[in-house]
């Protein structure tokens, strides 16, 4: 018999941790409660059910959600029909064990689960019972992979400018450090008929950038998709209404020269690409099995800096990996030197559960990471600064957002701040009236800062 829930307005409060990935599902769990009639709060307290949807990279990102758990229980007490669940990745990897150890926690979630959350919700609702779903999905024949990123979701969180389409979930690359695999599975494309029309629908609700996600998106289609991501890169482009795109991540390995030329060839494809480097040291590259050599990835990198001047590059980096010596990471040190990156992401090294690395020797002290982790950030400090400097003085295009996060509105000409990026990802704030939103914008730059530029309408030569 189908359980019944109350159709009484609810409220939802959702706490995203993580990837780019995890953004979009949460999207996606909104639009699915919605038929539950929950409605998004930003206040916890007012919620009816809060939802963790979780990452576990890291050490550090997993503990978070075990802090935002251990507050929620004065909550939980203060409201015992409060609802508490987990998604995610956290939830993927404790799966049950998460209920024994949280007895305020309610419902718990996987990676491939996302799409059974009403009917977990309305067996808490209606059964007052715990409930856990964790089991794989190995292809999107058992329809879980489509149902969710084909569900009518997009109303929730418009009008705005742009949205994320995720393209694909899991990876098949088993780095030696990397949990994912254990968490999201194998890699698994969209029918890219799929993820065309989900963007199709995006920009007939005035979505005008899109950004294609997965952990490893320029290995799509090589699962026995039907199309390869250049391709799918290119029909995205074509897609009307649709005024920029862009991609992450990127493994050094996947790069072929055809999504290098697409750069050129491709006027609505930013100028930037995330390309984590990870090591600048080959034996480290190799014990991490990321199947590069530092040597590989700069001939990758600088190959796309002579064909596209302006594009930026980002990256991620991991210091303190188990083995690491002083002279490994100072290759490190001399490789983001030598490129030059727009901005880094970096961490230190965390051991995680089932990785080939967590039983490697030579595993490093907290301290030996925290030096190396803050001398590496100094460094990058500096380079993103004088490459935002840079800048000063140059007209270029920016797709406005919305209203700036960091500036107020301007006492003496009551005009707001709004914000927006440039093909290269360089965030831009500049003073201007909001019908300036969701349109490309030519301005000038002003003046840098460091993780942002400051600019003027118009060309004002």
Request: net charge negative; hydrophobic share 35%; aromatic share 8%.
């Amino acid at each position: 018999m189908e359980l019944q829930s109350d159709r009484k307005e609810k409220y939802l409060f959702i706490e995203t941790f993580g990837c780019q990935m995890n953004e979009n599902d949460s999207e996606r769990i909104i639009g699915l409660l919605r038929h539950l009639n929950y409605k998004v709060t930003d206040n916890p307290d007012m919620a009816d059910m809060v939802i963790l949807n979780t990452c576990s990279i890291r050490g550090k990102a997993e503990q978070k959600v075990y802090s935002a758990l251990g507050r929620l229980k004065r909550l939980k007490s203060a409201k015992p029909g409060l609802i508490v669940g987990v998604g995610g990745c956290v939830a993927q990897q404790q799966g049950e064990r998460l209920l024994r150890r949280v007895p305020h926690l309610d419902v718990v979630f996987g990676t491939h689960n996302i799409y059974r959350l009403p009917e977990l919700v309305k067996e808490v609702e209606v059964r007052k019972t715990k409930v856990a779903a964790t089991g794989f999905s190995d292809s999107i024949d058992e329809g879980s992979f489509e149902y969710i990123y084909t569900a009518d979701w997009t109303e929730v969180s418009l009008p705005r400018v742009k949205a994320s389409v995720t393209i694909m979930r899991g990876c098949d690359n088993f780095c030696s450090y990397c949990i994912v695999p254990y968490v999201r599975g194998r890699e698994l494309s969209r029918k890219s008929d799929a993820v065309l029309q989900e963007i199709n629908r995006l920009s007939e609700n005035g979505i005008k950038e899109v950004m294609l996600v997965g952990q490893n998106v320029n290995s799509y289609g090589n699962d026995g998709g039907d199309i390869s991501f250049p391709e799918l890169l290119s029909r995205v482009c074509m897609v009307e209404g649709i005024k920029r795109v862009r991609f992450i991540t990127s493994h050094p390995k996947d790069m072929s020269e055809e999504l290098m030329e697409l750069f050129g060839h491709e006027e609505k494809l930013c100028r930037h690409i995330h390309l984590p480097l990870q090591s600048g040291s080959n034996e480290i590259l190799e014990k991490m099995k990321r199947g590069y050599t530092r040597e590989d990835y700069m001939d990758r990198v600088f190959k796309l800096k002579r064909l596209y001047p302006d594009i930026g590059i980002t990256t991620d980096i991991i210091v303190g990996f188990p083995g690491e010596s002083d002279a490994d990471f100072s290759e490190t040190m001399a490789s983001i030197k030598e490129i030059g990156y727009d901005n880094i992401f970096s961490f230190k090294y965390s051991s995680r559960p089932e990785t080939l690395a967590a039983s490697f020797d030579g595993q490093l002290p907290e301290q030996v990471k925290e030096e190396r982790l803050a001398a590496l950030q100094e460094v990058q400090t500096e380079i993103t600064f004088n490459r935002n400097r840079d800048m000063i003085g140059k007209v270029t295009d920016i797709l406005v957002e919305g209203k700036s996060k960091t500036a107020e509105v301007s006492a003496w000409t009551g005009i707001n701040q709004l914000a927006g990026r440039t093909s290269c990802n360089r965030i831009v704030n500049l003073a201007a009236d909001d019908g300036y939103i969701g349109k490309i914008t030519s301005v000038r730059i002003e003046s840098a800062f460091q993780n942002s530029l400051q600019a003027s309408l118009g060309n004002n030569n």
